[in-house]
């Protein structure tokens, strides 16, 4: 019954991603000084991909096992992709998109939205290290991406489906 998950994953990400980091950018103050720093892909990504992502997903695995009942799936994969996708969706969020946000947000304030977009304030090795940071997060996402694939073709291949 791992599949399951996929169809309530998107209730945490519904309120992390669209509810608190959607409502930090949407009051008109933080819209004037933080549209389009990386809080918007921050929000984007973990509302976008967290929420209606992992709906697809459970809205899938739950028609590929209506498809074929007498089957036993191994569920193995699906829960390594479950969790991979989950926790590489938030090493992204947490380590890099959200730091980098919230110091472009300080330096809008402080000296103008020109500023915390520009590359002299993006360039330095701190913010290019937290930009890079992001490739754990993406990693870990990728890892999982390629489970459920795995999982899915296994389906039709046999390599998913217990003797
Ligand atoms: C599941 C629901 C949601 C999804 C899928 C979603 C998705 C997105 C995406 C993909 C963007 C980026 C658009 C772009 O870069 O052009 C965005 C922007 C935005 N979202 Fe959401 N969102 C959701 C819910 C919310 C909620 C509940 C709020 C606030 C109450 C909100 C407020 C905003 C704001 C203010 C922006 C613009 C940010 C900017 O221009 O910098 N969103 N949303």
Do not use: C
Not at 8 to 18: D, K, M, S
Not at 53 to 73: I, N, P, Q, T
Not at 118 to 130: C, D, I, N, Y
């Amino acid at each position: 019954m791992d599949w399951i998950y996929f169809g309530n994953g998107y209730f945490i990400w519904n309120l992390l991603g669209a509810g608190i980091f959607g409502f930090v950018i949407n009051p008109p103050i933080a819209l004037y000084y933080m549209q389009g720093l990386n809080t918007t892909p921050l929000h984007g990504h973990t509302a976008m991909f967290g929420v209606y992502g992992m709906l697809g997903m459970g809205l899938m695995l739950f028609v590929l096992r209506d498809m074929d009942l007498k089957s036993e799936w191994k569920e193995k994969p699906i829960r390594i992709a479950f969790w991979s996708l989950n926790i590489g969706l938030l090493l992204m969020a947490l380590l890099s998109l959200l730091p980098v946000g919230l110091a472009q947000t300080v330096a809008s304030v402080k000296h103008g939205l020109w500023y915390a977009r520009s590359a002299e304030f993006l360039g330095p090795p701190a913010m290019e290290t937290l930009r890079w940071l992001r490739a754990i997060g993406d990693t870990v996402f990728a890892v999982g991406a390629v489970y459920l694939a795995w999982f899915i073709f296994g389906l039709k291949g046999g390599w998913a489906i217990k003797e």
